[in-house]
């Protein structure tokens, strides 16, 4: 099992910036993906930024060239630092494990979600 736990939302301006780092306990193994979704109210939930153990990203084209993803495989963490926010990036935001299963399956795990609002 792996358990994460997510921090640094809040509000901020647009334009502004914010962190947000997850931590992940349990085994985190060299094949897990790690990442980001988010969900607004009365949305889907998205993929706005994945990782692999490589350092191989994947971003939303919504994001791409404001926010950025890394990873520590050391410490099993993975940050996400969004800048030039914009009210339509307020959400909840959810750090995610994709893990792939030796009979072909998956499974992924999920924090708890961290609020974002990006308000004037």
């Known amino acids: 099992q792996v358990q994460l736990v997510e921090s640094g939302g809040g509000l901020v301006q647009p334009g502004g910036s914010l962190r947000l780092s997850c931590a992940a306990s349990?085994?985190?193994?060299?094949?897990?993906?790690m990442g980001w979704y988010r969900q607004a109210a009365g949305k889907q939930r998205e993929l706005v930024a994945q990782?692999?153990?490589?350092?191989?990203?994947y971003y939303d084209n919504s994001v791409k060239g404001r926010f950025t993803i890394s990873r520590d495989n050391a410490k099993n963490t993975v940050s996400l630092q969004s800048s030039s926010l914009k009210p339509e990036d307020t959400a909840v935001y959810f750090c995610?494990?994709?893990?792939?299963?030796?009979?072909?399956?998956?499974?992924?795990?999920w924090g708890q979600g961290t609020q974002v609002t990006v308000s004037s």
């Open positions: 995610n494990v994709w893990r792939r299963l030796i009979d072909g399956s998956n499974v992924k795990f």
């Open positions: 349990g085994n985190i193994f060299s094949t897990d993906v």
């Open positions: 990782i692999d153990s490589g350092g191989s990203t």
